[in-house]
């Protein structure tokens, strides 16, 4: 016979039990091990129907991890094929998210892993873009907001504290293409440290290593701020980027399009809204065997340019400056019709130039000037020089509705050897110097507004050593000297 246990913690115990709260929340909890059991696998299974219902033609996802406790999520084994090509795959995806701020609204991403992965993205003719296996129609990019729509849609709406403690990325390959265009961009490592929205933090830094279509790109970075203004710095080292590549996109408007190019320096980017922009640069910039050219001109060269440039954009003026030093070696300029050639192996441009786009666009620069010796050849003309340089200033303002053109130099232009020939009705004409130089002030303006008159108006020194002229059977003159000064001026 069995006896019944009447002890205290029993009863107790059985009592408890009795109530329907108490058994309410033994199967929540029952149902919430579960679920936590339970999801992962659903997920798992629900994710891989999902990719194969929206274009994928098959998928597979090993593992899905995923803890509501802790807030932390991994993603494993993803493997999506369509059309015969894998276009994502991965090894980790891992989040780790902060819940103990969300009440005090903010969202903390403690840390977030990407490792081996690959995506692939392509843009159809029809506009239907593809991520994946996943397509988006036409049309819906429509309503995507600008930037300062997004900025100020967060200020008024959303008053949260976005922050990202660590984000790591290692061995992550994006592909895109477009009918015109192909990208490969390969992560090697990149890190985003102290990422926040919050106004008073600004310890944000992104390191970023890796390939831009085979190019080499490194990125070191501080994030100043986000949210109200964007302002970011750092340096930027990016070399050896082929412009074949972007050929076919840009054929539109430049044909051929090849060389190489790169980019070494700091770089400091700051924009309050989408009318307010600041961006400056100093390093250096190059070209090697530059081949750009459009609808009736080309140009070749190797380009080097180290300095400072700065761009500024407010809401009713751009402003760009320009201070370094410029170096174009094998330099040349051509013109099919009329046949224009411009030749020259060396040419330098040191100083510092200033250009204001508002209601009219106005170019001041203080920059030198050196030529090494030139050609130039039309069907009728041809010139040639030895070395030219140029020291001084220039002034170029572009004229508005009522004021024309004008042009002021204020300087000293020196050529040697320079040679002139043109064909006259069959004959030779022919014109040179030893030297050839000119020191003073020189303006041009064009009629606008309610003056329809152009003029010309020049005060300085011409001077010019060994002048020849010749014209066969006609005409030869000679001068060993020409000294030319005063004030001119010109009216047409």
């Given at each position: ?309 700065s761009f500024a954009m407010k809401k009713e003026e751009m402003v760009v400056d320009v201070d370094g030093d410029l170096r174009a070696l094998n330099a040349a300029f051509d013109m099919p019709d009329p046949v224009i050639d411009i030749d020259n192996s060396d040419i330098s441009i040191i100083g510092k130039t200033t250009v204001r786009i508002a209601e009219e666009v106005v170019v001041d620069t203080g920059a030198s000037l050196k ?122």
């Amino acid at each position: 016979m069995t006896k019944k246990d009447n002890s205290p913690a029993n009863s107790g115990l059985h009592r408890l039990w009795k109530r329907r709260s108490v058994k309410l929340l033994a199967g929540l909890v029952v149902f919430v091990v579960l679920a936590v059991i339970t999801l992962p696998i659903g997920a798992r299974l629900y994710l891989q129907k999902w990719l194969v219902d929206n274009g994928a033609d098959a998928a597979t996802v090993e593992k899905v991890r995923f803890n509501p406790f802790t807030g932390t999520a991994a993603l494993q084994g993803v493997d999506i094929q369509k059309d015969g090509q894998t276009v994502f795959s991965n090894s980790t995806i891992y989040l780790d998210v902060g819940l103990k701020n969300l009440l005090g609204r903010e969202a903390d991403l403690q840390r977030a892993t990407l490792t081996d992965v690959v995506v692939d993205i392509e843009q159809y003719e029809d506009g239907t873009l593809r991520i994946a296996s996943y397509n988006i129609p036409p049309g819906q990019e429509d309503s995507i907001d600008t930037p300062s729509e997004i900025v100020e849609g967060l200020e008024k709406h959303v008053p949260w504290i976005f922050g990202a403690d660590q984000i790591s990325i290692k061995n992550v390959t994006v592909q895109y293409k477009q009918p015109d265009l192909s990208v490969d961009l390969v992560v090697e490592e990149a890190f985003l440290d102290k990422f926040s929205t919050d106004p008073d933090d600004r310890e944000g830094a992104l390191t970023f290593k890796g390939t831009l279509n085979g190019a080499p790109v490194l990125l070191d970075l501080s994030i100043q701020n986000i949210i109200p203004l964007v302002e970011v710095e750092g340096t930027v080292d990016i070399a050896d980027v082929h412009l074949d590549d972007l050929a076919s996109f840009l054929e539109e408007y430049l044909q051929p399009f090849s060389g190489t190019a790169g980019i070494k320096g700091e770089v400091a980017f700051s924009m309050a809204d989408a009318e307010n922009l600041d961006v400056h640069y100093d390093g250096l910039i190059n070209l090697g065997k530059g081949d750009i050219g459009g609808d009736g001109w080309a140009t070749k060269g190797d380009i080097d340019w180290e300095g400072k440039v700065s761009f500024a954009m407010k809401k009713e003026e751009m402003v760009v400056d320009v201070d370094g030093d410029l170096r174009a070696l094998n330099a040349a300029f051509d013109m099919p019709d009329p046949v224009i050639d411009i030749d020259n192996s060396d040419i330098s441009i040191i100083g510092k130039t200033t250009v204001r786009i508002a209601e009219e666009v106005v170019v001041d620069t203080g920059a030198s000037l050196k030529l090494a010796p030139t050609t130039f050849s039309m069907d009728i003309l041809k010139t040639a020089t030895g070395e030219t340089t140029w020291d001084g200033k220039v002034r170029v303002e572009t004229g508005t509705d009522t004021r024309g053109l004008s042009v002021q130099t204020e300087g000293k232009l020196q050529v040697t050897e320079p040679a002139y020939s043109m064909d006259v009705d069959g004959a030779l004409m022919e014109v040179g110097n030893d030297m050839l130089s000119f020191d003073g002030r020189i303006e041009y303006v064009m009629g606008g507004g309610s003056s329809s008159t152009d003029y010309v108006r020049t005060d300085g020194i011409l001077l010019a050593d060994a002048t020849t002229f010749s014209l066969p059977e006609t005409i030869q003159i000679s001068q060993s000297k020409f000294n030319l000064g005063g004030k001119t001026e010109i009216s047409i």
